[in-house]
């Protein structure tokens, strides 16, 4: 960790571009004939030299396969990683790509991640860069390997060794793209990460880590618009999917999610650049021992924003402990204060949620009182109590939350909208 760790403080992080620019020049192996059959042109990185052999590292084979492929070929491209376990360290794919839309890149096999953190000079293991018109697909595994590293990666137990690990799959500036079929294990800190997206859609993902993994977020979305996430299994040691600052137009669907802390709004507010979140929609998803369920969380801020336009319905809840929660004490829970949050909740809807719940406050608005949430809606929640040892008061809990509660409601209504 500590050549991570130095390499951050010293601000040596290398320009992206390098990362991919030193692979277009002489030196590469001759015979380069991609293999096209009507479909797209293949590049398959075994022809450049990529070795299957769970050592070599194939950095060099996947550049010069992705240079080929999106700055060399006029047909459509697709790269191949085929069957066999290939050894990586920190990969880049970068556009924009000269070769006609979409660029593909299939993997068949597995693709394993260098542990040595030293090989890592930026938090993430694969970037997806400035490309528009993008698929990643297959049935193969990109395993982030991040058992070695999650000892270095708890920053409730080691305070002073929080260098933000190296995310599995970063998609940064990529648009009109989709991203199906693949697995994703144990990354060292989020599974995926999209920052600068528009109009991406993930689905038929399996994402797995230790429900004990640190920070191992499903996807993480942040600074995007127009994302979709559907029809996937996510088992992971943070949020299943959070969706973070600056987003718009966020869009969830048939989603298992446990082990894992929910699927989650924020946190919202750390930094003072944190822009709205507006229009969320997680529907039809299912729940497994998580920790929480549909779950809005602001800081108390710097910079005044807002949350809004949020829609979690058709939930099923198995043994989650905190099903339906808003929270903006986010950070300063040790304060024990009112939440004071200069961010702005407000038209949020919790419906048709049911299932087993393993606390007695199931449902938990604690909002700003600076701010406090308007237009919470609450409409047929029915959730039974399964806790152990049993509480006999089975409650929703309200702080600063002007909150409508309809149809079925179990636990019962917030009495008042200051508290229980
Ligand atoms: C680019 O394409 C040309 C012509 O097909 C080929 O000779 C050259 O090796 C290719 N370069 C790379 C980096 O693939
Ligand atoms: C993606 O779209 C944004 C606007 O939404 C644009 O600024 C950016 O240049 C696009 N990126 C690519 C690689 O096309
Ligand atoms: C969104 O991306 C998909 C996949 O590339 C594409 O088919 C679709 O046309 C895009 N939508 C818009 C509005 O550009
Ligand atoms: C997800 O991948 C893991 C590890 O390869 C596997 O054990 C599990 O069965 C897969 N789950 C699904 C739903 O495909
Ligand atoms: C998602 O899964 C459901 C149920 O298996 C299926 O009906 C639907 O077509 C899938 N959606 C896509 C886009 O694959
Ligand atoms: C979710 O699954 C249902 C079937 O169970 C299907 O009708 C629906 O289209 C799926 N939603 C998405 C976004 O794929
Ligand atoms: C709410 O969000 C949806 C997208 O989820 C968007 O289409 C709609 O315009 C938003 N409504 C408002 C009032 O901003
Ligand atoms: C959610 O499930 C209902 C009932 O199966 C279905 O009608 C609806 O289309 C689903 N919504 C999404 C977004 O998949
Ligand atoms: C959930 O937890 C209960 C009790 O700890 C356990 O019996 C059950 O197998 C767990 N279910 C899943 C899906 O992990
Ligand atoms: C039951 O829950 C209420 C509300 O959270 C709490 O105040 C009380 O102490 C709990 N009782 C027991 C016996 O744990």
């Known amino acids: 960790m500590a050549t991570l760790k130095t390499l951050f403080f010293l601000g040596i992080v290398f320009p992206s571009c390098s990362l991919i620019g030193a692979s277009l020049g002489h030196g590469t192996r001759r015979n380069l004939l991609p293999i096209s059959k009507g479909g797209p042109t293949i590049f398959d990185v075994t022809k450049f030299g990529a070795v299957a052999d769970d050592k070599t590292d ?12 999106c700055k060399n070929s006029t047909t459509i491209a697709k790269v191949l990683i085929p069957a066999g376990t290939f050894r990586t360290a920190q990969t880049m794919f ?19 991640a260098d542990t040595d953190p030293s090989e890592y000079v930026s938090p993430e293991w694969f970037t997806f860069q400035d490309i528009d018109g993008f698929v990643l697909t297959g049935n193969g595994v990109f395993d982030g390997q991040g ?8 920053c409730k137990r080691t305070k002073d060794n929080c260098a933000p690990l190296p995310s599995s799959l970063k998609l940064y500036k990529v648009n009109n793209s989709v991203v199906t079929g693949i697995t994703s294990l144990n990354s060292m800190q989020f599974h995926f990460h999209l920052h600068g997206c528009s109009n991406v859609s993930l689905s038929n993902l399996n994402i797995t880590a230790p429900g004990s993994s640190p920070n191992t977020d499903g996807i993480h979305i942040s600074s995007s618009d127009r994302i979709k996430v559907f029809n996937s299994t996510i088992g992971t040691g943070d949020d299943c999917i959070s969706i973070g600052h600056s987003t718009t137009d966020i869009s969830i669907a048939n989603i298992t999610c446990g082990p894992g802390h929910g699927i989650s709004v924020g946190s919202l507010g750390k930094r003072p650049e944190e822009r709205s979140v507006n229009g969320v929609t997680v529907t039809n998803c299912t729940f497994l021992n998580t920790t929480n369920g549909a779950r809005i969380k602001t800081w108390i801020g710097t910079v005044p924003a807002e949350a809004k336009n949020i829609t979690y319905e058709g939930l099923i809840m198995n ?102």
Request: proline share 7%.
């Open 58 to 69: 194939n950095i060099d084979a996947f550049r010069a396969a992705w240079g080929a492929a």
């Open 94 to 112: 970068a556009g924009p790509c000269a070769s006609p839309k979409p660029i593909t890149v299939e993997i068949m096999g597995t693709v394993k």
């Open 147 to 154: 058992a070695a590293s999650w000892p270095f990666n708890d």
């Open 319 to 420: 043994g989650v402990q905190n099903p339906i929660v808003i929270d903006q004490t986010y950070g300063s829970k040790k304060l024990r204060a009112p939440s004071t949050s200069l961010w702005k909740i407000s038209n949020i809807h919790f419906r048709k949620i049911k299932g087993t719940t393993v606390s007695n406050v199931a449902v938990s608005l604690e909002c700003s009182s600076r701010n406090p949430c308007e237009s919470v809606e609450i409409a047929d929640v029915d959730l039974t109590y399964v806790g152990s040892p049993l509480n006999t008061t089975f409650i929703s809990s309200c702080f600063n939350a002007k909150a409508i509660f309809g149809g079925t409601v179990n636990p019962p209504a917030c009495s008042s909208s200051l508290g229980v």
